[in-house]
């Protein structure tokens, strides 16, 4: 097998080019460090490593480059590798008065951190902001040299496609290879005569299966909800691993609560599948949503909280004069003495019959994390206003040729955050389509080529190529699952506390303000009506939730 290509640091400095090469000295045994002098040198730096087939995984430049402004020297390496991620280094001297005119074009994402030099050995604050932005990197373009679970298809399809996208959600590492590959020969030989693609394989076993669905490697990675003792009744099982579900899970475990957690889908819910969260309090140069709920599900875990994901919930019995209520899936039954909603809203699905035949070949809801490495050269559009179809056009802007926001609104000032908005705006590779909807689309082949656009004032169309369409419109609650005895709004969105209609109350009394219809049963994060529809908030009532559950649990014992 051909031995990977060193991907590269690039650092660019007149003045500190020799100090610059001695502070990177610690990541010279897995990465190739070029030094450059000028704006010159850098670009035939950078040139040279692509044409011999490196990734350039960071450009670090010194904030004062002789002929040039560090932000307008990294905006241009930036057009020649979009991958790679940026940052401006000051000396210690030159720190406090470049930081005034450098700090703005961070707020614009013109480079990802501005870090003073250091000025000795073991600047471990500086180290950890370059590995965090070295990790991000690895995670999200650069293809990984371990791998825990193994696939082999002929083809992308849509179904490779979602088992990869869960795998990368859940933080494990996977390639897929071809059935004429040694790992693709090797493993059609323990599959037996007439294998069936895809064949998955978990962590280098010799069982190798063919997946007809996402659960069924969830099921080989995490096992089955009945997999537990049946006649066990826990404290309080959790609906859904998004935000709110993961802030559930940590509280109530690290209070001694037995806590269960079934999600549905992989941990993180929406949030998990946004590739970069900026405005996250305590994390100055952000997050991705995948590494935050990876982050939450193991300090959940830490605690004790078990999880089940690929299984989502089917019925909820409630359990009154003291029985325990019952949570209903596919793959068995949980019995909880306090439940708490937290399945989160699922993408509004478009209306366009002509695209159906092209989900998971090009057309996807939501983000799609690992769909955008395979759109280099090529037309993205990402339909929707909020913050997380920003976030998902940022990304595939990396990769993709263009990105185009398609909204029906005049623009993105009345849904998106400042930020992102000041963002999408420096970008080059990403515009935005105000007054407009999809209406069509279709190809040739088997995978997208093109959409159909509609103004939505005049009715006029307008056909344009797209290789790659995501769809993050609005919010629909998970909550067909739910019996009638919990009560909900309009719009499907469960109703707590004061919202609950009176003849729910008890003694002219409401319920709790994240209690439902149901006593025991609670609701918290954007399946709430009422709820911000924002990470941090969605978190915070998952940590609001548990002391209301406490008090449940305390006036239902004798």
């Given amino acids: ?52 087939g490196a990734q350039i995984a960071m450009f670090v430049c010194d904030s004062r480059v002789a002929d040039i402004e560090a932000p307008a020297m990294l905006h241009m390496l930036r057009s020649l590798v979009p991958t790679s991620r940026r940052v401006i280094t000051a000396a210690w001297d030159n720190f406090r008065e470049d930081a005034e005119r450098l700090r703005p074009p961070l707020t614009k994402g013109k480079y990802d951190a501005f870090l003073l030099m250091p000025r000795g050995i073991r600047d471990e604050e500086f180290h950890l902001a370059i590995t965090e932005l070295l990790n991000e990197w690895g995670a999200s373009v650069a293809a990984p040299l371990v791998d825990s679970v193994q696939i082999v298809a002929p083809g992308g399809d849509g179904l490779v496609l979602e088992i990869r996208d869960y795998l990368f959600r859940i933080g494990s590492p996977c ?21 069936v693609f895809p064949l998955v394989r978990t962590f280098k076993s010799d069982h190798v299966f063919t997946p ?47 806590t269960m957690c079934i999600e549905s889908d992989a941990i993180g819910g929406q949030a998990g599948t946004s590739s970069m969260i900026r405005n996250y309090l305590g994390f100055p140069r952000g997050i991705s949503g995948g590494k935050l709920a990876q982050r939450a599900r193991n300090q959940a875990i830490r605690f004790g909280t078990r999880f089940f994901t690929g299984w989502p919930a089917t019925a909820l019995k409630p359990g009154f004069d003291g029985d325990p209520h019952v949570l209903c899936t596919a793959g068995g039954d949980v019995r909880a003495r306090a439940v708490v909603i937290a399945c989160g809203v699922d993408y509004r699905k ?22 955008a490495r395979e759109l280099e050269d090529a037309d993205a559009i990402v339909v929707g206003g ?42 080059p590779r990403i515009r935005v389509h105000g007054n407009a909807e999809v209406v069509d689309g279709g190809s040739d082949s088997d995978v997208l080529d093109w959409i159909e656009l509609q103004d939505t004032g005049t009715g006029e169309p307008s056909r344009v190529p797209c290789r790659g369409l995501f769809l993050l419109l609005g919010a629909e609650p998970r909550c067909g699952w ?40 609670f609701a918290a994060g954007d399946v709430r009506a009422g709820s911000m529809k924002r990470v941090a908030s969605a978190a915070g009532e998952g940590a609001s939730v548990i002391p209301l559950v406490h008090a449940w649990l305390e006036s239902t014992v004798e």
């Fill in 1 to 52: 097998m051909t031995e990977p290509i060193t991907p590269a640091i690039v650092l660019v400095s007149s003045i500190h080019a020799d100090r610059l090469r001695e502070v990177f000295a610690r990541y010279a045994a897995e990465y190739d460090l070029v030094s450059a002098r000028s704006v010159d040198e850098a670009v035939q730096a950078t040139m040279s490593a692509v044409r011999r």
């Fill in 175 to 195: 390639r897929v290879y071809a059935p004429d590959s040694p790992v693709g020969l090797e493993m059609i030989a323990l599959a037996g005569p007439e294998p």
């Fill in 212 to 258: 007809t669905s996402v659960r069924d490697v969830a099921i080989v990675i995490y096992g089955r909800p009945d997999d537990i003792d049946v006649d066990t009744v826990v404290d309080v099982v959790i609906v859904g691993a998004g935000p709110a579900g993961l802030a559930t899970a940590v509280y109530a475990a690290s209070e001694g609560l037995s």
């Fill in 350 to 371: 478009l209306d366009v019959p002509s695209l159906e035949p092209f989900i998971g070949r090009g057309v996807y809801y939501g983000a799609a994390m690992t769909a």
């Fill in 386 to 427: 909020g913050n997380s179809a920003g976030q998902a056009a940022v990304h595939l802007a990396r990769f993709a040729r263009s990105v185009t926001i398609v909204v029906r609104r005049p623009d993105l000032s009345a849904t998106m955050s400042r930020y992102l908005i000041d963002e999408i705006t420096y970008n």
């Fill in 482 to 521: 739910m019996p009638p005895d919990i009560a909900r709004d309009d719009h499907g969105f469960v109703l707590t506390g004061s919202d609950v209609p009176q003849e729910f109350w008890r003694d002219g009394i409401p319920p709790t303000s994240l209690g439902t219809t149901v006593p025991g049963i």
